[in-house]
């Protein structure tokens, strides 16, 4: 991982389908990194891309091959696996996650290293003024609130893909081994020092954003029970108390058929009542099959992604 040259920064960028994205990335990203006055590398991962993203990259390795690696995937693995690849292949002091799209400004990057100088091990960027619709950043707001109730990861912005780390920090990343996880979320605790620092936030100069309402909620999902055993306790005791009023409805029914007698109403009451019981055991079930599922695939071992090849300068 250290081998050769001793290289300041590295710069992590996963791609998937940036075809539209990554000229004007190439074009903005290195003058930036050119001006550091450090030496840097920039590695891409190009996670299962269907359209021209792995020529672009082949031939901005050729252009840069001094400073530019491609990690190319054999198939879509998701865009933390593609992260955690190149991190597992970094050789920098400091490194820099970036999206593709833009949306984050390069130009930040600066700041960010700023910040590491003085003495932060773990940087997070706060976007202001954000470009995405309204029901995304509600949707953000809610599950931040949540996250931070359940779980002691404190960011105020769980979702800016531009964030600075420090060598020890990445190394206990890989070192964790971690399957499904959230790496700014493992990266803040694992960090001593961790801060925020606001940036800019652009709209998207290309194409469509790869994240869909369903891989957002699987994304957190994931955050929350990597993290925590908080949701099997709070549905424990939610079914405690669901099993405490079922007690006492079986009672007041015993009582009243004692002393009323049979009732000829009411079928569709219990009924209603059972069903409600029933989805509560479902919900539980597919809790702890989520959590024995997570076992599962530590267990068995299986290799996270695959590569096909590296385009690098070996030294």
């Known amino acids: 991982m250290r081998e050769g040259t001793k290289i300041q920064v590295s710069v992590v960028i996963p791609v998937f389908n940036e075809e539209g994205n990554l000229p004007m990335l190439f074009s903005r990203l290195y003058p930036v990194l050119d001006a550091l006055d450090r030496s840097y590398e920039v590695i891409f991962t190009n996670d299962g891309s269907a359209d021209r993203s792995t ?28 992260v955690m690849a190149a991190l597992e292949r970094v050789r920098g002091e400091i490194i820099v996650t970036l999206d593709a799209d833009l949306q984050n400004p390069p130009e930040e990057i600066p700041a960010f290293l700023k910040k590491m100088d003085e003495g932060s091990d773990c940087v997070g960027g706060v976007r202001l003024d954000r470009k995405d619709s309204f029901f995304r950043r509600r949707m953000s707001q809610l599950i931040n609130s949540l996250r931070g109730r359940m779980t002691n990861i404190r960011m105020t912005d769980q979702g800016c893909m531009l964030r600075s780390y420090s060598r020890e920090v990445v190394d206990g990343i890989v070192r964790s081994g971690a399957i499904n996880t959230f790496i ?38 994931d955050l929350i ?49 059972l069903f409600f019981l ?38």
């Open 55 to 82: 020529d672009l990259l082949a031939a901005q390795h050729a252009a840069r091959p001094d400073v530019t690696r491609v990690i190319e995937f054999t198939a879509n693995y998701g865009q933390h696996m593609a």
């Open 184 to 221: 700014p979320a493992l990266a803040y605790s694992l960090a001593k020092t961790p801060t925020e620092i606001p940036i800019k936030h652009e709209e998207r100069h290309a194409g469509v954003s790869n994240y869909s309402l369903y891989r957002l909620i699987r994304l957190n999902f």
């Open 225 to 273: 029970t990597y993290f925590t055993t908080a949701p099997l306790q709070l549905f424990t005791i939610f079914a405690m108390a669901c099993s405490g009023g079922s007690f006492l409805l079986v009672v007041v029914l015993a009582a009243r058929r004692l002393k009323i007698g049979p009732e000829e109403g009411g079928i569709f009451t219990l009924f209603g009542i």
């Open 278 to 315: 029933i989805s509560v055991c479902m919900v539980g079930i597919g809790l702890i099959g989520e959590y024995m599922g997570r076992t599962y695939q530590v267990v068995r071992n299986r290799a996270r992604y695959h590569i096909d090849h590296v385009l690098e300068v070996r030294e």
